[in-house]
């Protein structure tokens, strides 16, 4: 199995290891499953507010063990994240994974700027994406991600994320 990257992907150990951005409305919230179905594997997860609430996490790719050559040779890079809304409130979702030089510089990214997930849609959804032949030189991947409720209700009402991961095979 491949090492996560990620620290805390579902929110076990509360917001620790994520940096917010945006911490908008009441913020961001760990909440336990409250019978989202299609659930994933983990019990907790991420919950947004009604305002835009974005964190963010910077993996170090020396610092996890890789070397610069192994690195320089483009290994695949996967990235996933899961996502959901609740069923009495649409929500707004989001996700970025940037590849980045040490010197913080772009190499290649994965975006999704603007997704609305009806109320009606409320399982959870995983979406993935893999990074091949995207030059040498990467050194640092930067995962943001985030949301917000679309009905404006103070509260946790946002998109709801956990089981984020970063692997490299």
């Not at 579902?10 to 911490?23: P, R, T």
């Not at 509260?155 to 956990?162: A, E, I, L, N």
Request: hydrophobic share 30%.
């Amino acid at each position: 199995m491949l090492k996560n990257l990620i620290r805390n992907p579902c929110g076990e150990e509360g917001l620790d290891h994520w940096q917010d951005i945006h911490n908008g409305g009441d913020g961001w919230k760990v909440e336990n499953d409250v019978g989202i179905p299609k659930y994933p594997y983990h019990m907790k997860y991420f919950a947004a507010s009604f305002q835009q609430c974005c964190k963010t996490q910077v993996i170090d790719l020396l610092m996890q063990g890789y070397s610069e050559e192994e690195l320089d040779t483009q290994p695949n890079i996967m990235i996933s994240d899961w996502y959901a809304t609740r069923n009495d409130s649409g929500s707004s979702y989001e996700l970025q994974v940037q590849l980045l030089s040490d010197c913080h510089n772009l190499i290649s990214e994965f975006n999704i700027t603007y997704m609305a997930i009806p109320e009606s849609d409320f399982s959870f959804n995983q979406v993935s994406h893999t990074f091949i032949k995207y030059g040498p030189g990467v050194r640092f991947i930067k995962f943001t991600h985030g949301g917000k409720s679309l009905k404006n209700w103070k509260g946790w009402y946002g998109v709801r994320v956990t089981g984020s991961s970063v692997t490299i095979n």
